[in-house]
């Protein structure tokens, strides 16, 4: 089975299968091949997987952007079991390259010969009837990076609008966004997307000479348009009522 990238994915294993193979040029049936040389004579199962993440982070500290970064983490795995023992390995690169050379690893500790089954191999039946419990997007390419620091800076503004001795608001948002594939010697392939949102906000009261800080956080598996207008005010009131109550508070 051939998937044209430029078509809508139908469900979550395609569009995992568009993003992880289709640029390495991997098809299912070489999967299926690779299935078969691991699942050698008396191994019992046998399974790929496939991982992409890119990660990134936006810090604002007193209305400018104090800190930012980007990752981007992938790899191969590969896993062969025979009763209770394990054979596994893996690479940090994406790559026909790094696949072939997991698989020889994994062939090497499995140690069972030279006679591969004719078992192994992966459906092209893959009909998602799973629940979507999250959306399937990239919450990194989703929102502009300026949208996202107009978001913080929106925060900011309401922090300090919240009393006048909030004197300093630091405000870090964190988006993540996994791919995974797993393919395995029962003729299964299952994709996932794993959207992750991670927003932190941190704020200073200042009375006189004293000073008290207070924080919280929100987050989940969602985009950040899931953050409206009223749970940004709870998120707010949160860490400036902590801040406030310590600053306060008795010794």
């Known amino acids: ?27 299912r049936g070489r999967l299926g091949r690779a299935l078969s040389t691991v699942v050698r004579k008396g191994t019992d199962f046998a399974d790929l997987y496939f991982e992409s993440t890119t990660s990134e982070s936006w810090q604002l500290r007193d209305g400018k ?24 390995a893996y690479s940090g690169e994406l790559s026909p390259r790094a696949l072939d050379a997991a698989i020889g690893a994994v062939i ?24 979507r419990l999250y959306p399937m997007i990239d919450p990194t390419e989703a929102t502009e990076a300026a949208a996202k620091i107009d978001f913080l ?22 988006c993540v966004s996994s791919i995974v594939l ?17 927003l932190q906000l941190a704020v200073i009261a200042q009375r006189n000479n004293r000073r008290a800080m207070g924080s919280a ?17 709870l998120l707010v009131k949160r860490a400036t009522a902590m801040a406030l109550t310590n600053l306060d508070a008795r010794k």
Not at 187 to 192: I, S
């Open 65 to 88: 952007v104090s800190q930012g970064s980007y990752d981007l983490s992938e790899g191969i795995g590969i896993r062969a079991v025979e009763q209770d023992c394990t054979a596994f």
């Open 1 to 27: 089975m051939t998937i044209d990238q430029n078509a809508a994915p139908q469900n979550i294993t395609d569009a995992a299968e568009v993003r992880l193979l289709l640029p390495l040029d991997l098809s």
């Open 108 to 131: 090497s500790m499995a140690g069972h010969g030279d006679d591969s089954t004719a078992r192994g191999g992966v459906a092209t039946n893959t009909e998602d009837v799973r629940p």
């Open 182 to 198: 797993i393919a395995s010697s029962n003729g299964t392939l299952k994709g996932d997307f794993r959207p992750q949102i991670h």
């Open 153 to 174: 800076q929106a925060i900011e503004r309401k922090a300090h609008a919240t009393d006048p001795r909030i004197v300093r608001v630091t405000a870090t948002l964190y």
């Open 217 to 233: 956080s929100d987050g989940g598996r969602e985009a950040l348009d899931a953050f409206d207008s009223a749970r940004i005010d």
